[in-house]
């Protein structure tokens, strides 16, 4: 009944992390914050990778049907350019076992995230050496709902080099937690008592030209940074939200609508910094297009454009689906009487998308911690 709630919109997102002790990591500035992670880069070509340094097994799933096992999943230092102050901060809720494993984020292959930015900054996104692969390392492609939408047919980047660019034009990629317990990939399996968050607070305040914080796994991540920061978000003009309803959703309770105290003459204070809860990168995230698959990444990347990139969204080919039989404002709880076939734009989007619930028979386990899960996304990066 919790989860109908919230899909309904009568129960905050939020609302499921209410209580929470929140155990916060301090943040420390690295000099060489752009270069990856410090651990070994495995070839995709390995039939069954061994655990990273940022993944470590902890026991076997309580599920007979799962090969999965519950591990200690920790996230990676942020990657923000040395010398390029980030005026934008994308956070995900904790990477994947594909990510932790290739020491990459957002390594999934039909995830859309890396597609989205070479989409948004000119360039594609390269295959790895070795070609793509599972979070087992076995052989996979990408989705061609993906591929047949791309807007540049090259050059195409490898990892290193796409970090590079995202971060030389001002954008900075973290995880709003720092390490907990999950089985699997996605973030209803993860144990919510075991979960420590990244101190954004600390990297904002040494990167204080950052004015934008995006969601990049929807309302579940957004929900978790609510949660370990109330203090930060209750600050008087310290925070506006983006115009859409998920951002609206998880963060009206938290941010206060009264003006911050009126600035003194000749004041440098700085403006607000904008949240914005975006359409879930995750490949996991595809339940409300149902029926009209072709729509899923055409639509995510319109929102990324407007929300995250400042750019207007492109125009969706023709021959696609109207959003009206995609059932992402049946996922709303909206008409469909209200979308317009053929004339959508990327704001209501926005406006009318929210997440999935999880997955029937699998909600709740939170690896196997016993504690329920409500209205979170699932994620797979």
Not at 61 to 81: E, G, I, K, W, Y
Not at 272 to 291: D, E, H, K, N, Y
Request: charged share 15%; net charge positive.
């Amino acid at each position: 009944m919790l989860l109908l709630a919230a899909m309904a919109g009568h129960l905050d997102p939020a609302a499921a992390l209410v209580g929470k002790a929140w155990h916060v990591r301090p943040y420390s500035a690295r000099p060489a914050a752009e270069a990856a992670p410090s651990c070994t880069l495995l070839d995709s070509r390995v039939s069954s990778p061994p655990p990273g340094p940022n993944r470590v097994p902890l026991r076997a799933s309580a599920s007979r049907r799962s090969r999965s096992t519950v591990d200690l999943c920790r996230s990676f230092p942020p990657l923000v350019h040395a010398s390029v102050p980030p005026h934008t901060l994308i956070l995900g809720t904790l990477p994947s076992v594909n990510s932790l494993d290739r020491c990459e984020y957002y390594a999934t292959p039909s995830n859309a995230f890396w597609w989205i930015v070479g989409d948004a900054l000119g360039h594609r996104r390269a295959p790895p050496t070795g070609g793509w692969a599972d979070a087992r390392g076995r052989a996979t492609t990408v989705p061609g709902f993906i591929t047949r939408h791309l807007l540049h047919a090259g050059p195409e980047l490898p990892y290193a080099e796409a970090v590079h660019r995202l971060t030389s034009a001002g954008y900075a990629v973290w995880d709003v937690l720092c390490e907990a317990e999950r089985e699997g990939s996605t973030d209803p399996k993860i144990c919510r008592s075991s979960e420590h968050a990244n101190d954004v607070d600390a990297f904002v305040r040494a990167h204080p030209t950052v004015r934008r914080i995006c969601f990049s796994s929807g309302q579940g991540t957004a929900a978790r940074f609510a949660r370990a920061n109330r203090a930060w978000l209750a600050t008087p003009g310290a925070f506006a939200l983006a115009e859409s309803r998920a951002t609206r959703a998880v963060f009206a309770r938290f941010v206060p609508t009264t003006p911050a105290p009126a600035a003194l003459p000749g004041s440098t204070a700085a403006e607000p910094i904008v949240l914005a809860v975006m359409l879930s990168v995750s490949a996991a995230f595809v339940a409300p297009w149902r029926g009209a698959g072709e729509r899923i990444f055409v639509d995510k990347r319109a929102d990324w454009f407007t929300h995250c990139f400042r750019l207007p969204a492109p125009r969706p080919p023709p021959g696609l689906p109207p959003l009206a039989a995609s059932g992402v404002e049946l996922a709303a709880g909206l008409a469909a009487s209200r979308v317009v076939p053929g004339a959508v734009s990327s704001d209501l989007v926005g406006c009318l998308a929210t997440e999935p619930p999880p997955i029937a028979g699998r909600a709740g386990t939170g690896a196997n911690c016993g504690r329920r899960s409500v209205s979170e996304n699932a994620s797979c990066s």
